[in-house]
């Protein structure tokens, strides 16, 4: 008589599959996550506008200087009621997956180290780029729960927080993420252009907007908040997309929650 023998792998035998000996819970990939959390603050921004625009024009063209205008700013209609609700619960559920992503980003830096060069500048550049993410989010927060008609000069100064902490997260980004490649995959060196582009773009859009801000706020020349409101939406837009080049740096990867359970060998 011939005896079989079952054979169960035990847990400090190596799995084909990752997840063999694991019960899941919960599986999302990352590509998802990014596509949820940078459209639901992009389409709410744009339905605000919409909104905003067509029912409550005189209330977001409003400004101290009362000359003519067209486009009103992110802060004018995401600071009427109901557009406010909207966005801030757009925002709330926005921080969530945003704070995850920061700490991806930051495993991932940390586990492709070795490959750097000068290990000790790039450690710096990746936990300064793990923190500037964080306030930036932070700022985002501040900035959309203290709206500009409740509390303008804390408004402006969180406002001013985002933009520096949102653009110094980028070039450390860019820096961080081209220290630990020394070789590319295409996706990455399509990330890594995709990001510079945006990089730009914003550091463009920044400087237009400060300069029209000035010929608004001081010398309120005719159409230079419309100017400085379309520079902060390509601004935010912008934002937005070098946030979303994530799912070319993780086009495969997924969130798991899963649980070990213990394995018998039997002979």
């Not at 490649?181 to 773009?201: A, D, N, P």
Request: net charge positive.
């Amino acid at each position: 008589m011939t005896t079989k023998t079952a054979v169960v792998k035990s847990v400090d035998e190596p799995a084909d599959d990752p997840l063999e000996n694991m019960l899941l819970f919960f599986n999302l990939s990352i590509r998802k996550l990014a596509f949820v959390g940078v459209s639901l603050p992009l389409i709410t921004l744009l339905t605000c506008l919409a909104t905003a625009y067509v029912f409550q024009y005189d209330d977001v063209h409003e400004t101290h200087c009362r000359v003519y205008n067209v486009i009103p700013s992110i802060s004018a209609i995401t600071g009427v009621t109901p557009q406010t609700y909207m966005w801030r619960i757009a925002v709330a559920f926005h921080v969530g997956p945003r704070m995850v992503i920061a700490q991806v980003y930051y495993n991932y830096f940390i586990n492709q180290m070795s490959k750097a060069a000068d290990k000790s500048t790039t450690y710096i550049l990746i936990n300064l780029c793990y923190w500037l993410n964080l306030i930036e989010i932070a700022a985002i927060c501040g900035v959309t729960y203290i709206s500009n008609r409740e509390n303008y000069p804390v408004h402006e100064k969180i406002f001013i927080l985002f933009m520096l902490s949102s653009l110094l997260y980028m070039i450390v980004m860019i820096k961080t993420f081209n220290k630990v490649h020394k070789t590319m995959t295409e996706h990455q060196r399509l990330s890594y252009t995709i990001k510079k582009i945006l990089f730009t773009v914003c550091i463009t859009s920044t400087f237009t907007l400060i300069i029209y801000f000035i010929k608004h706020r001081f010398y309120c020349h005719d159409l230079a908040f419309t100017w400085f409101a379309l520079s902060e939406y390509v601004l935010a837009v912008s934002n937005m997309a070098f946030h979303f080049t994530i799912t070319l740096d993780f086009p495969h990867e997924q969130l798991i929650v899963a649980k070990n359970f213990p394995t018998l060998k039997m002979d």
